[in-house]
């Protein structure tokens, strides 16, 4: 494995943990109210730059998880070249389905720009009404994403289990983060109804999902040497 791929794969890890704390967490966050379309309107229509920040920071997200899903195939391919290309090939899924989400966001910054001529026939209701729309469906369809990205931790969690120099509690964080991730946004999708449980099910899995690929990242970032099989598992 190459000093440079896998230092390139870290570092697209690490920005991308970074972009999305600053995207989701801190912008997303701060402009949408959940369940009330008055004031999202009114704070996205105060803030046109700050949310067209937030997007820019989605499409960072998606070129580093192009970078991530090849540099990760070309790190974990000696442990296991069919698994290795799995988990690549699920990644660029769930970025596929992030870009349809995102475009949804897209859709939003028009819709409270306020100045273009075509929005001019819609009362403020129905602009208010459209948007939220919007933002749930960028939700609903991320979430829906985040099962394949679950089904990537774990094939990833799989071969770092196999590979002799990466370390076994950083597997098993890997592995608890793919599982976490898919029940989370299955059920999600599936019992939407049963808030109490979903979000039991978040705090379950919280450290796990936090802290796994950060993990990795960090660990492709300062660990070079290439992951070698275990005899018993290459036997």
């Given at each position: ?119 001019s026939g ?70 939407p109804e ?42």
């Open positions: 494995m190459s000093a440079t791929v896998a230092r390139t794969g870290g570092i697209s890890l690490i920005v991308m943990a970074i972009a999305a704390a600053f995207s989701y967490g801190y912008i997303h966050g701060s402009v949408v109210v959940n369940g009330d379309a008055a004031a999202t309107f009114a704070r996205l229509q105060s803030s046109p730059s700050l949310f067209r920040a937030e997007i820019l920071g989605w499409i960072v997200i998606i070129a580093c998880d192009v970078v991530a899903a090849w540099a990760l195939y070309q790190v974990l391919r000696p442990v296991h070249p069919g698994l290795s290309l799995l988990g690549a090939w699920l990644r660029l899924a769930y970025t596929a389905v992030l870009g349809v989400a995102v475009s949804s966001l897209i859709v939003v910054s028009l819709l409270t720009g306020g100045s273009a001529p075509e929005l819609f009362t403020i209701g129905q602009l208010q009404g459209e948007v939220m729309l919007a933002l749930q469906g960028f939700e609903a369809v991320w979430s829906a994403g985040l099962i394949l990205f679950g089904g990537h931790l774990l094939v990833v969690g799989l071969l770092a289990v196999r590979a002799e120099n990466i370390p076994k509690p950083l597997s098993v964080l890997l592995l608890l983060a793919g599982f976490g991730y898919m029940a989370l946004h299955l059920c999600s999708l599936l019992v049963y808030t109490g449980f979903i979000q039991m099910v978040k705090w379950i899995f919280i450290l796990p999902m936090t802290a796994g690929e950060l993990g990795l990242g960090i660990w492709l970032l300062f660990r070079i040497p290439a992951p070698r099989v275990h005899a018993a598992a290459a036997s």
